[in-house]
């Protein structure tokens, strides 16, 4: 009896974690979402092991903002794009418990159909756009386009005057605000 019971509750849970990472149907996506579809990135995304994780770790190997990208594939937890410029392909892993984002949202903070204009941005914040870092003087928007958003866990708006990024795993920094502009970065 046991040896049934204990069957049952495996191949319940085999279930469950194969419906977690199923890939979502092409009438369940939104409209301005589509497997095979081009997307530029709207922020500059460092990966490691050809994943990101929407946590936002800022190290690993930096994707550009506006990079050309393809969809290929999209789950409730997961987002797999190819760059088209290298045929790389990188998994980005949405960690909602951080993020508070589900994968659609998450999504459409990385992805866009448009380019990000640049020309929006001050000499200052393009050069830490492409380097992907950010410096004091930069406006809120500069900063999620050179580092991307911080976890809602840390930073629960970004309309508050510090947002709290990790570094890695094991290390945060404050980036702080003054009238809208980094007044101070905390390592």
Known sequence: MRIL?????????????LGCTKKLA???LPVNISEG???????VMHYEKNAFPTTNYQVGTAIPVNTHVK????????????????HQKIVVKNIAKHTG???FQAFNKLFAKQRVILGQFDSLEKQHIDSGDVAIGMRKKAVTTAIGYPPSTRTSSLDANSWVYWRNRFNTFVVNFKDGKVSEIVD
């Not at 579809?37 to 922020?43: C, D, K, M, R």
């Not at 969809?71 to 290298?86: G, H, P, Q, R």
């Open 71 to 86: 969809l290929l594939e999209i789950s409730k937890k997961a987002i797999t794009i190819e760059m088209l410029d290298s």
């Open 5 to 17: 019971i204990r069957g049952l509750f495996l191949m319940l849970l085999g279930l469950l974690l």
């Open 101 to 103: 984002d589900d994968i």
């Open 26 to 28: 092409s009438d369940a």
């Open 37 to 43: 579809g081009l997307y530029y990135t709207q922020v």
